[in-house]
């Protein structure tokens, strides 16, 4: 069984998302059968690589809050990650463009280390001191190389902005043929979607729905049937 999940970097949703997604996949009895993919969607598209700025200036600019209010959210988003054993900066985290770090999500997927790359890139930017956004492509690379990425490899997609940026794009836009509109947003083998940060308990229930409807179908051979297959029909025997 597949499942897909669209997120972006910059989003704390998907960070404790994914962590209450890990925890229903972890008790799933099923879980060695289960694929899971990291597909992308960016919440900034439009800003520019170099403008990185304060999440509070932005909270407060792009949704009209003041600044008490957006340090109040940041509050209750450090409890929520807290309370599935995340750390979580509530103060001095920035803010900025995350294309390139999903452009590397796509070479992690190619060499098996998505998920380990993902998490890496959560953590610091949700996490640590160190800005992911303001210190230039060598901090991707560090991040990358300790996720198990190779670091020419890494350097190479930096210094080409067109590598895997059509698969960036291609995600985007099925993300919106999905119906997805805000992220995290999990797709379950095609068949169930989950929208957003949900209980663990959610997550298992999905799980479980989807399997039933993946399982293979039950095979009823009584034994002496005749049938034809690539070697041809077997020939009744009198």
């Known amino acids: 069984m597949r499942v897909e999940i669209w997120t972006d970097i910059a989003c704390p949703w998907c960070y404790v998302g994914k962590a209450r997604f890990d925890k229903a996949l972890e008790a799933f009895p099923h879980r060695d059968r289960v694929e899971v993919v990291h597909r992308s969607f960016e919440l900034d598209p439009g800003r520019a690589k170099g403008d990185v700025q304060p999440v509070l200036a932005m909270l407060t600019k792009k949704y009209g809050m003041s600044e008490a209010q957006a340090q109040a959210g940041e509050e209750n988003l450090g409890a929520q990650a807290a309370a599935e054993g995340l750390e979580y900066r509530t103060r001095d985290r920035d803010h900025g463009n995350t294309f390139d770090m999903h452009r590397l999500l796509h070479l ?23 800005s992911v ?16 990425l190779d670091a020419d490899a890494v350097r190479a997609v930096l210094a080409d902005p067109t590598a895997y940026a059509d698969d960036v794009r291609a995600d985007e836009r ?6 997805a509109n805000g992220v995290p947003f999990f797709v379950l083998d095609r068949k169930y979607g989950v929208s ?7 997550f298992a229930q999905a799980l479980t729905e989807a399997w039933g409807e993946h399982a293979p179908l039950k095979l009823i051979d ?17």
């Open 108 to 130: 992690a997927k190619e060499q098996g280390r998505q998920d380990e790359l993902v998490q890496a890139f959560y953590t610091a930017n949700f996490a640590e001191q160190r």
């Open 133 to 148: 956004f303001s210190e230039g492509d060598e901090r991707l690379v560090e991040l990358a190389v300790a996720a198990g």
């Open 174 to 179: 099925e993300a919106a043929q999905l119906g």
């Open 196 to 202: 957003g940060a949900q209980p663990t308990e959610v």
């Open 222 to 238: 009584e034994g002496g049937a005749q049938a034809c297959g690539p070697d041809g029909c077997a020939v009744p025997q009198h």
